[in-house]
């Protein structure tokens, strides 16, 4: 019994670590207290002490399920933040039947090179467990959103160097990534499409475990749909969701996840929150404490260089559109008012020759 609650636990941890290593965030068990994180204005004001979660003035905040996260005063009253990090639950997740053949069929198959779509249809051929996360709508600078999902790494790291998750990712070439969570679940992940609105990644993994014969492997199709929309005062608005497929090569395993999946959704769910919730945090970060960023990535291990050079020139870039935005808020003329029918363009994406990638992880995956 013991061993089949391994195997279980083991193979949907290979598949979350999968997406998470697509989306960022570092907690892998729905037994993990939530992640303690300050309000971004006092985080970053006051360090990357993570012990205790209380600033001088006694704000703090929680990065939780919640669908809007504020401060609160030592008395417990509520006091108004600088900018508030929250993220709105625009659609609960599922897993239903119905919802998976609709998401299959949006799937961009007919846009991958031939290797890719062989790839992406054995998982589908063999699906073991499907989840379809909440559709989460948040404030966030669309070249930030863009960053980090196209370096995942990076904001992997960033987790590791506020004290807040240990997983690790280095990037192994233009579009492939490897992981390493720490308690013998390692993984690697291949973008196999990306676009302006969707992204699709392929993972594969395993898990090992002393008391397991041999190591639990799965993989993992994870779709990435966002939009980007102007208001009227300037700021962006990201709504996005994800879909996740996992394959598992053990009818054991397949089985355990089926019976525990009331249990791993809402995990899987909450890690996605926290993820939206995340780049929230780091929109405005960039635009009112760059400083905090700059120091933030001078500390971050496992990426190379260039991608430091360019989370600071980011950095400078948000908050030089802020300052616009606020400067155009304040003359007669009025808010700003998006353009109509010009959809987003994101930065372009600078990828390093081959030998500028990470250091890799030693240990290699793929089959």
Known sequence: MLRVGLKSRGGLKVAICCSLGVFGSGRLSAADPPVPLRSPMSLMDSGLQTAGYEVEDGETI????????????RNGSARAPEALVEAQ?????????????????????DQLTPEARARAEGVLREIGYY???PTISFQADPAVYQYFVAYPDVAVSIWRAMEISKLQMWQTGPASFEGDAGDGTI????????SNERSL????????????????????????ETNFSRQQDGTWNVTHRADLFVAFPSQTVETAAKILSPVTGPMVDRNFHEMSLFLRMMTIAMQHRPQWVEGIAARLDGVHQLRRD?????????????QQRLQAQQ????PVVA???VPFQPPAVVTPPADASATRNPRQVRR
């Open 62 to 73: 929680q990065l939780t399920g919640n669908s809007r996260v504020s401060p609160r005063t």
């Open 89 to 109: 639950t625009v659609a609960k997740g599922t897993s239903a039947d119905k919802v998976r053949a609709q998401a299959m069929a949006a799937l961009p198959l």
């Open 131 to 133: 989840r379809r996360m």
């Open 187 to 194: 993984g690697v992940v291949d973008i196999l499409y990306r």
């Open 201 to 224: 990644a392929i993972c594969e993994g395993e898990y090992k475990n002393p008391l397991l014969q041999k190591p639990i492997k799965a993989q993992s199709l994870v779709l990435l």
């Open 310 to 322: 360019q989370l600071v020139q980011l950095t400078a870039q948000v908050q030089a559109t802020e």
């Open 331 to 334: 003359t007669p003329r009025g």
């Open 339 to 341: 353009p109509q029918g």
